[in-house]
Nanobody, 126 residues
Framework: DVQLQASGGGSVQAGGSLRLSCAFS????????IGWFRRAPGKERERVSC????????FYAGSVRGRFTISSDYAENTVSLQMNSLKPEDTAAYYC???????????????????WGQGTQVTVSS
């Protein structure tokens, strides 16, 4: 059974930083990817950043590129999202998700991710 656990959320002021972590366990995947997605109140869930565990390729949404960095710790089976220069519009519940047999061109597509963890709340005040 695949399990994902997101942690590291909190409340910060604009310009601050947070580091989210996604710990995952379960069946070994072939060509799998881990993605971060977020949902703000009253809005649809949107993709944030994803990483392919096999080749290290990454995806960033335009709104976070240059501010967020995704990384993978193979020994600990975790994927982290370093979020710098946070803005009030980054306020959302952040979710990590896993997808098996994800091809590079589908890295940023929500439909590629079948397994989802619970969210962690990020609140950025102005």
């Amino acid at each position: 059974d695949v399990q994902l656990q997101a942690s590291g959320g909190g409340s910060v002021q604009a310009g601050g930083s947070l580091r989210l972590s996604c710990a995952f366990s379960g069946s070994p995947f072939v060509d799998y990817a881990i993605g971060w997605f977020r949902r703000a109140p009253g809005k649809e869930r949107e993709r944030v950043s994803c990483i392919h565990r096999s080749d290290g390729s990454t995806f960033y949404a335009g709104s976070v590129r240059g501010r967020f960095t995704i990384s993978s710790d193979y020994a600990e089976n975790t994927v982290s999202l370093q979020m710098n220069s946070l803005k009030p519009e980054d306020t959302a519940a952040y979710y990590c998700a896993a997808g098996a047999s994800v091809i590079t061109s589908s890295l940023g597509r929500e439909t590629a991710y079948a397994y989802w963890g619970q969210g962690t709340q990020v609140t950025v005040s102005s």
